[in-house]
């Protein structure tokens, strides 16, 4: 069964600082990979859907890479802002979607 | 953009109780799935849905049942609801084949059973 981890659990840095959030996973058959974000007690919201033939997608401020052979990926954050606080999840897909529990960011001001 | 409504944001049941959870998208997604979150063990897979009165069972489905009678409806039901159900419940759909498309969430549904 596929598992997905998410390194590390939190992470708190000062605005403006670029960062970066991964996520492995132990299969690489893998059909697209997803990353979203989650504030408190509400649902998630896709980020950035990764189609299993490329390497990496942006929108924005943000760069998701893929590397199938080596089973990561990483979130990449421009020049964060106190309104990305959340949690971010990957989500991997095969015949399922399979998610990390998250790394929980916080930037301070 | 698609929308995913779920009807309850937070509900507080008995022990007991039978409790509905219900979701409507409307984008014409063919898959529908349930999950619940609950803190260090992300989120589980209760059932999903490719069709019409289709539900396949996901890693979790004992004390649930689905429904789906429409297209745009996916219903989630707790027989007899217990503490340990407990959780935050979350909607969500897709179109087409699973994982060709974004997965697309609702605002979740806290649910606290007494």
């Known amino acids: 069964k596929q598992e997905v981890t998410q390194i590390p659990a939190a992470l708190s840095v000062p605005e403006g600082e670029n960062l970066v959030l991964n996520c492995s996973f132990t299969?690489?058959?893998?059909?697209?990979l997803q990353w979203f974000r989650q504030d408190p007690g509400k649902g998630l919201t896709s980020l950035l859907l990764?189609?299993?033939?490329?390497r990496e997608q942006t929108s924005g401020r943000l760069n998701a890479s893929l590397d199938k052979s080596s089973g990561r990926s990483t979130l990449y954050i421009a020049a964060s802002q106190p309104g990305d606080s959340a949690t971010y999840l990957c989500a991997v897909i095969w015949n399922q979607f399979y998610f990390g529990t998250g790394t929980s960011l916080t930037v301070i001001p | 953009d698609v929308k995913v409504t779920q009807s309850s944001r937070y509900l507080v049941k008995r022990t007991g109780e039978k409790v509905f959870l219900e979701c409507v998208q409307d984008?014409?997604?063919?898959?529908m799935f349930w999950y619940r979150q609950d803190p260090g063990l992300g989120l589980r897979l209760i059932y999903f849905s490719y069709d019409v009165k289709m539900k396949e069972k996901g890693d979790i489905p004992e004390g649930y049942s689905v429904s789906r009678e429409k297209k745009e409806r996916f219903s989630l039901i707790l027989e007899s609801a217990s503490t340990n159900q407990t959780s935050m419940y979350l909607c969500?759909?897709?179109?087409?084949?699973?994982?060709?498309?974004?997965?697309?969430f609702g605002a979740g549904s806290r649910l606290t059973v007494l």
């Open positions: 990764i189609q299993s033939s490329q």
């Open positions: 969500a759909s897709t179109l087409g084949p699973t994982g060709a498309n974004v997965l697309t």
């Open positions: 984008m014409d997604h063919e898959n």
């Open positions: 299969d690489s058959a893998i059909y697209n």
